[in-house]
């Protein structure tokens, strides 16, 4: 199958935008998940290239199966908070 490319790279910081999650695998009830508005950062992804592996989330791989991975859009890059400057007066830079 083909590799899909990611709007995520390895490094990105990234914000998690959707927590809800159905568990039928008993197996996964112990599993760490993500928490809403968290902030992550990508250091993988699956071999489909549309789920990712967070360094601040790290789980044991089950049993015949790899590592927990979680589906891109899950997630929003982080944004940079835009900073408003206020403009001097010449009287306040003398």
Known sequence: MERLKSQFKVGDKVVCI???FT?????????????????????GFCSMGISLHLEEVRNEPLPGRNEIWF???????KLNP???IKSLSKSQVS
């Open 82 to 84: 835009i900073i408003k």
């Open 23 to 43: 568990v039928r695998d008993p197996k996964c009830m112990f599993i760490n998940f993500l928490k809403k508005r968290e902030k992550y950062t990508v250091r």
């Open 18 to 20: 959707n927590d809800s």
């Open 71 to 77: 589906y891109n859009w899950l997630f929003c890059k």
